[in-house]
């Protein structure tokens, strides 16, 4: 069982290797985001530092949410997906596999770029080290909130943009927390581990309920 | 060639096989008067048929009248309306374990090569009986194993999935269309591996339009 998980999540990173594997589409999108915002601003650098987190953050969001749509729709058009049922495996694993890899070709990345990116925002330097550590902790969370709407609109064929309406909702406490933690490093009374634990609470819980909802949403496809 | 390559693929397997294990457990399976609702419309309705160690059933029927549904069943994706389908004989083996799918649809990932989409089927699977390569050479296609899937024929993307049977060991095979898109030759090399198959005590079920071409296939029809 350890194995078939193994060959999931292995071939769900070969994949996002490839050719319009998506893992850098959603990278090149937070960039663009990222670069755009300060040209609508106008020349501020105060503000521009002030919701700097705020930023990166949404543009991390969005980031992650454009690429959902892909994560049960092509191994259900090519029949994989009947393939991964018919196997041992648990749905449930093979989803949290398949979330798994999407978070390492997205959400990981994501953070890890966004101290670069905060200097194109004027994030203060002792504020990149927080924002870096909120999107780690918090991108779990959009990985997996956001399974349960690609496995809700696995089997529609121009899916398209349903998955992030249908999923930006739910996301909004982990962008509060996450905001919220980011801008206690810039000042302010809270203290950084409040907001931040919340966070991790969130991510550990959107594992769980997100791969148990999504596993029952591709069953319910049938 | 190509049945004598799967011929002697077959032969180093048998040999390897009664090493470990000479064929496969004893197995049952067993329809009673099964009916099938999708949607809330009546399939097929009344179906009973039985399965043991190498049989072969031809399933036939006009499009649309459950074939692939009843693949689906046999899966477990699908529940039957009325009626039982039961797999006795296994032990405690679950059925996810005793069965090998290759539906209408290859169930292959375009942009990774035949060579890892075999890799990937192996480790999904487990059971590992041949190796990727030995599978592929057995279909005839040794010389793709690096290329991605999205570059081979229709034809030859069929063989990359019927290949996925050897890579590892299970007792039931379910063949939607195996034919599907296949040449002449490519069909005979099938009819090779399902024989071999049957002679180690598998069984098969196959959804098909033309003729199995399998010796001693019974053909069950579905509908009317």
Same mark, same amino acid.
């Given at each position: 069982?350890?194995?078939?998980?193994?060959?999931?999540?292995?071939?769900?990173?070969?994949?996002?290797?490839?050719?319009?594997?998506?893992?850098?589409?959603?990278?090149?999108?937070?960039?663009?985001?990222?670069?755009?915002?300060?040209?609508?601003?106008?020349?501020?650098?105060?503000?521009?530092?002030?919701?700097?987190?705020?930023?990166?953050?949404?543009?991390?969001?969005?980031?992650?949410?454009?690429?959902?749509?892909?994560?049960?729709?092509?191994?259900?058009?090519?029949?994989?997906?009947?393939?991964?049922?018919?196997?041992?495996?648990?749905?449930?694993?093979?989803?949290?596999?398949?979330?798994?890899?999407?978070?390492?070709?997205?959400?990981?990345?994501?953070?890890?770029?966004?101290?670069?990116?905060?200097?194109?925002?004027?994030?203060?330097?002792?504020?990149?080290?927080?924002?870096?550590?909120?999107?780690?902790?918090?991108?779990?969370?959009?990985?997996?909130?956001?399974?349960?709407?690609?496995?809700?609109?696995?089997?529609?064929?121009?899916?398209?943009?349903?998955?992030?309406?249908?999923?930006?909702?739910?996301?909004?406490?982990?962008?509060?927390?996450?905001?919220?933690?980011?801008?206690?490093?810039?000042?302010?009374?809270?203290?950084?581990?409040?907001?931040?634990?919340?966070?991790?609470?969130?991510?550990?819980?959107?594992?769980?309920?997100?791969?148990?909802?999504?596993?029952?949403?591709?069953?319910?496809?049938? | 060639?190509?049945?004598?390559?799967?011929?002697?693929?077959?032969?180093?397997?048998?040999?390897?096989?009664?090493?470990?294990?000479?064929?496969?457990?004893?197995?049952?399976?067993?329809?009673?008067?099964?009916?099938?609702?999708?949607?809330?419309?009546?399939?097929?309705?009344?179906?009973?048929?039985?399965?043991?160690?190498?049989?072969?059933?031809?399933?036939?029927?006009?499009?649309?009248?459950?074939?692939?549904?009843?693949?689906?069943?046999?899966?477990?994706?699908?529940?039957?309306?009325?009626?039982?389908?039961?797999?006795?004989?296994?032990?405690?083996?679950?059925?996810?374990?005793?069965?090998? #799918? /290759?539906?209408? %649809?290859?169930?292959?990932?375009?942009?990774?090569? $035949?060579?890892?989409?075999? !890799?990937? @089927? &192996?480790?999904?699977?487990?059971?590992?009986?041949?190796?990727?390569?030995?599978?592929?050479?057995?279909?005839?296609?040794?010389?793709?194993?690096?290329?991605?899937?999205?570059?081979?024929?229709?034809?030859?993307?069929?063989?990359?999935?019927?290949?996925?049977? #050897? /890579?590892?060991? %299970?007792?039931?095979?379910?063949?939607?269309?195996? $034919?599907?898109?296949?040449? !002449?030759? @490519? &069909?005979?090399?099938?009819?090779?591996?399902?024989?071999?198959?049957?002679?180690?005590?598998?069984?098969?079920?196959?959804?098909?339009?033309?003729?199995?071409?399998?010796?001693?296939?019974?053909?069950?029809?579905?509908?009317?």
């Amino acid at each position: 069982m350890r194995r078939a998980f193994f060959a999931i999540l292995r071939r769900d990173l070969a994949l996002a290797t490839r050719a319009g594997g998506g893992g850098e589409l959603a990278l090149v999108f937070f960039l663009t985001l990222v670069v755009l915002v300060p040209f609508a601003l106008g020349p501020d650098l105060n503000l521009l530092s002030r919701i700097g987190p705020a930023i990166l953050w949404l543009g991390a969001l969005l980031a992650t949410l454009i690429g959902l749509d892909r994560l049960f729709q092509g191994d259900e058009e090519d029949g994989s997906l009947d393939l991964i049922r018919a196997s041992v495996l648990p749905l449930e694993l093979a989803v949290l596999a398949k979330g798994l890899a999407h978070w390492l070709t997205t959400g990981l990345p994501l953070a890890l770029c966004a101290p670069l990116l905060g200097l194109l925002v004027a994030l203060p330097a002792e504020a990149m080290l927080p924002v870096a550590a909120t999107l780690l902790a918090g991108t779990p969370a959009l990985s997996f909130i956001g399974a349960t709407g690609a496995a809700l609109t696995a089997s529609l064929k121009r899916g398209g943009l349903i998955v992030p309406v249908l999923v930006a909702p739910l996301t909004v406490p982990v962008l509060i927390f996450g905001v919220s933690a980011s801008n206690s490093a810039l000042g302010g009374t809270i203290p950084f581990l409040t907001p931040f634990l919340i966070l991790c609470a969130l991510s550990l819980a959107a594992i769980v309920i997100g791969t148990i909802a999504a596993a029952a949403a591709l069953r319910q496809a049938d | 060639m190509h049945e004598s390559c799967a011929a002697s693929l077959f032969g180093l397997r048998n040999n390897v096989l009664t090493l470990r294990h000479t064929s496969f457990p004893s197995l049952a399976l067993t329809a009673e008067t099964v009916t099938c609702r999708r949607g809330g419309r009546l399939v097929f309705e009344g179906l009973s048929f039985s399965l043991g160690n190498g049989e072969a059933i031809a399933l036939t029927g006009r499009n649309g009248a459950g074939k692939s549904s009843l693949i689906a069943m046999i899966c477990g994706r699908l529940l039957p309306a009325e009626g039982s389908l039961r797999i006795d004989g296994a032990g405690d083996v679950p059925l996810p374990e005793l069965i090998h #799918l /290759v539906g209408h %649809r290859d169930g292959l990932k375009t942009a990774l090569s $035949a060579g890892e989409n075999l !890799a990937f @089927a &192996q480790g999904l699977l487990g059971e590992a009986a041949a190796s990727p390569e030995e599978a592929l050479t057995a279909v005839g296609l040794a010389h793709v194993a690096a290329l991605p899937v999205g570059y081979l024929s229709a034809g030859q993307r069929r063989r990359v999935a019927l290949a996925r049977l #050897l /890579v590892s060991r %299970r007792p039931l095979w379910l063949l939607d269309e195996p $034919a599907s898109a296949l040449d !002449a030759s @490519a &069909q005979q090399m099938l009819i090779g591996l399902m024989q071999a198959h049957l002679v180690q005590g598998g069984a098969i079920i196959a959804a098909t339009h033309g003729p199995l071409g399998l010796d001693g296939a019974r053909e069950l029809r579905i509908g009317l």
